[in-house]
């Protein structure tokens, strides 16, 4: 006899990336950066360590909050931080759906929003992506009206692809909320400063960003969501009390500072990925276009899992993905981190020696 509820019992639970201990391993499959934080983060949470860390911290985050508008030029009710950007989905399915209701997603993209949907009680929905990752949207729209909860990551993982405010748009359920998840937002040529959340769609549509990638702080766990000011009030409600540590404050605030530092990370990562991507195309694989800090690879004539399982024997780890039922039955492929220079060039030369 299980004492779960149904539906926990039943799922199969969100499987994160390999996270190998050991030193001497090439990480390529997670997407975090190879490059370091700023300096101001250790002297942040240095000082902070020396702090009263007997008492709870901020809960309402104001430092953080502060900062965080600045860069998207909005007041700081509109931020809401969280325990990484996992959380702020927790937070909004959570917040706007009844079990029962129907929570969709573009696919193939971020299977957890799945997990959360299972947790929630709720029928979770595919909206299939075209086979070059663009939207059929008169395919999608009687899905999309019927969604209380609609979740796009864009720039799209695994793809890279980055979706324009006017498809966005149509994508906005009539009684519901779409979610922008802009994890890699930073990583676009042009990176978006929340264009939707302040037009006249606003008021329907949340983004949810993090510092584990571009800020280089995946190991503090700090996200936030941006919207406007009645939704963010809501969900206030719905997160833990203190769901933000003292550290990690003190480290996400002074990240949020250094905008000059996370951006020079962030060119280099452009280039890498542009020579990562070239050099791909000349080993025979398709390579779609990126704006994040990773790219989609599959090869005409390999089997991607025996590659994955190539380079891992030699310590090089990527991200073997496969999707089922996507437009065209079951796709497979490799997501490959932009890692520096050094770990490209050797990822680059076991692969040639694989293929």
């Not at 929003?113 to 979770?124: D, T």
């Amino acid at each position: 006899m299980s004492l779960f509820r149904p539906n926990i019992d039943q799922m199969q639970g969100y499987v994160p990336g390999e996270q190998p201990q050991e030193k001497d391993w090439i990480k390529l499959n997670t997407n975090e950066n190879p490059y370091s934080h700023s300096p101001r983060v250790a002297e942040a949470i240095e000082k902070a360590a020396r702090s009263r860390l007997n008492v709870y911290p901020d809960p309402l985050v104001k430092s953080f909050r502060e900062e965080a508008s600045k860069l998207f030029n909005v007041d700081p009710d509109w931020i809401l931080p969280a325990n990484g950007s996992d959380e702020n989905l927790t937070i909004l399915v959570r917040s706007f759906v009844d079990p029962g209701e129907v929570i969709s997603y573009a696919y193939p993209s971020y299977v957890l929003y799945e997990s959360l949907a299972e947790i929630q009680g709720c029928p979770c929905e595919r909206l299939l992506l075209n086979e070059d990752w663009s939207w059929d949207l008169d395919r999608v729209q009687p899905q999309v009206d019927k969604s209380k909860l609609l979740f796009v990551p864009n720039p799209n993982s695994p793809s890279g692809t980055l979706w324009d405010d006017e498809t966005l748009i149509k994508l906005i359920p009539p009684k519901g909320i779409l979610v922008l998840d802009q994890a890699y937002g930073d990583f676009c040529d042009s990176p978006d400063k929340g264009s939707l959340i302040k037009g006249e769609h606003g008021a329907q549509v949340v983004i949810t960003r993090t510092l584990s990638k571009s800020y280089s702080l995946a190991g503090i766990r700090f996200g936030f969501s941006i919207a406007q000011p009645d939704l963010i009030a809501g969900m206030r409600k719905v997160k833990d009390s203190y769901n933000c540590n003292t550290l990690s404050i003190a480290a996400a605030t002074a990240a949020m500072q250094d905008q000059e530092w996370m951006q020079k990370n962030a060119r280099r990562i452009q280039v890498t990925r542009e020579r990562l991507t070239l050099a791909l195309r000349l080993l025979g694989f398709d390579v779609q276009d990126s704006q994040t800090n990773f790219v989609w690879a599959t090869h005409p004539k390999r089997d991607h899992e025996q590659l994955y399982q190539e380079l891992k024997a030699r310590r090089i780890l990527v991200r073997f993905m496969k999707f089922p039922d996507t437009i065209n039955g079951l796709l497979t492929g490799l997501r490959i981190t932009v890692g520096t220079d050094t770990e490209i060039d050797t990822f680059l030369e076991k692969l040639k020696e694989i293929i």
